[in-house]
């Protein structure tokens, strides 16, 4: 027997996971997560129980993507973005072929996360190690699930279950990764050839607060994140954006970006500056409609709680249930929810719980929204979106677009689009010169 509490409203979950913080700090340790995959690598900092340990690493990583820490990274997003552009660009011939954007999502922001980590000059042996970081993480998150690891809550399953087998055989594949990671930024510290980054900045501090498995720990959070919030965020946001109404709202961003930005300066401005309310707009509305976590991560509470005069005991495990109520037709799609259309229009920020709430809500918030918005921003000035032949209407539906809804993070079914360049001639113009720039 576990004894779990689910907060189903916006009000309960700010009381208990904001004016509670404290006392619900924690994560639940789970046996096929944390007693299987992760006892050669450690725990990810998200996923880690609350200790002394976790204090320092979590404090060490939110110092290394705060919002002043993401300007030091600007020439990242800027090198990755342009990737993805004029792979799609080159991919979709013209527009005339449908394209699943998985892959080039994951690879966009799994690069931009390493580089960030282990330093731009890794880059080609991060580019070789890509495809494998992508299967395995992929399988990973599934083992940390709530719902669908039955030997977690009965022990005798985990006598005879095959999860044992599989989750190993991945836990064996990620340490070979992580591995080679790591050793190369050591090398290439030894040679005086790296350059700024995360763990090396760990790595050649003398008076450095964290240890081995602690930096390891750091390095497992920015492998595994990448491929959480970013890839299924944006990809829901295209699918949309490929529909009809999404078809309006494409629209209203260009403009919006035109307006902003007449002489065509959106692509290196977009970089520089977070000036287009209508994008962030409407990446939020794409988190808040599309969650890629529906129950959030789960917590553990440290200390009793007292909620409506009932006593919640120390020890418990508590859910996020994603509240749709506090939102003013919520089912519909409309990114003008955050924003202020008074004459000095500008951007609202109305809180949501994609990122998790209170003391352990992701620390990486800041990073994801701005990589979101130069992504977001690039593509719709290059490309126009339009729907495969075959368009499936499921994925303009959270529900129904999740492949997976016992994984703990959301898995959208493929689908393919269309991207249709707005001005070919203009858009092999800024490749042209962006590429030799970033050479």
């Not at 009965?154 to 992580?178: C, E, F, G, V």
């Not at 999404?246 to 290196?268: L, T």
């Not at 249930?321 to 609202?348: A, I, S």
């Not at 929204?369 to 032949?389: C, G, V």
Request: net charge positive; with cysteine; aromatic share 10%.
């Amino acid at each position: 027997m576990k004894r779990v509490v689910v907060a189903n409203s916006y009000e309960s979950v700010k009381e208990l996971w904001i004016d509670n913080q404290r006392g619900l700090i924690s994560r639940p340790k789970n046996y096929t997560f944390h007693k299987v995959v992760s006892i050669s690598q450690g725990f990810t900092i998200g996923t880690s129980p609350w200790d002394e340990s976790c204090k320092n690493r979590r404090k060490v990583a939110a110092a290394a993507v705060n919002r002043s820490a993401i300007q030091s990274y600007l020439h990242i997003f800027d090198f990755e973005s342009y990737e993805i552009i004029r792979n799609l660009f080159r991919d979709s011939c013209n527009g005339r072929n449908e394209i699943n954007p998985r892959s080039y999502l994951y690879a966009y922001a799994l690069r931009s996360s390493l580089s960030i980590n282990y330093g731009i000059e890794m880059r080609s042996l991060i580019n070789d190690l890509v495809p494998e970081i992508f299967q395995v993480e992929s399988e990973i998150s599934g083992f940390r699930g709530i719902t669908n690891n039955w030997q977690d809550y009965i022990p005798i399953l985990r006598l005879l279950s095959r999860k044992n087998t599989l989750a190993a055989h991945y836990r064996a594949r990620r340490d070979k990764y992580m591995k080679i990671l790591l050793d190369g930024l050591k090398s290439a510290i030894e040679k005086g050839i790296d350059g700024p980054c995360i763990a090396g900045n760990i790595l050649k501090d003398p008076i450095a607060k964290l240890n081995s498995d602690e930096l390891k720990s750091v390095c497992l959070s920015m492998v595994a994140a990448p491929g959480e919030i970013i890839p299924a965020t944006v990809m829901q946001g295209l699918g949309y954006l490929s529909s009809s109404h999404g078809q309006e709202i494409q629209e209203r961003a260009y403009q919006s970006i035109m307006e902003n930005y007449p002489n065509g300066q959106v692509w290196e401005k977009c970089i520089q500056e977070e000036k287009l309310p209508y994008i962030a707009a409407l990446i939020q509305e794409i988190l808040r409609y599309y969650p890629v976590s529906p129950l959030s991560l789960p917590r553990e509470s440290i200390s009793d709680i007292v909620y409506n005069d009932a006593v919640i005991p120390s020890g418990t495990m508590f859910l996020l249930n994603l509240d749709l109520e506090r939102y003013q037709d919520p089912e519909r799609f409309d990114p003008c929810r955050y924003l202020d259309e008074k004459p000095k229009k500008g951007f609202v920020a109305i809180p949501h719980y994609t990122y998790g709430a209170g003391s352990r809500m992701c620390f990486g918030n800041h990073l994801a929204n701005r990589q979101m918005f130069t992504l977001f921003t690039r593509i719709i000035s290059a490309f126009k979106i339009f729907p495969e032949k075959n368009f499936d209407p499921e994925i303009l539906n959270a529900v129904s677009c999740n492949t997976n809804h016992s994984s703990i993070v959301a898995k959208p079914k493929d689908f393919k689009v269309q991207f249709v360049p707005r001005d070919q001639e203009a858009l092999e113009g800024w490749l042209r010169k962006s590429g030799e720039c970033l050479k």
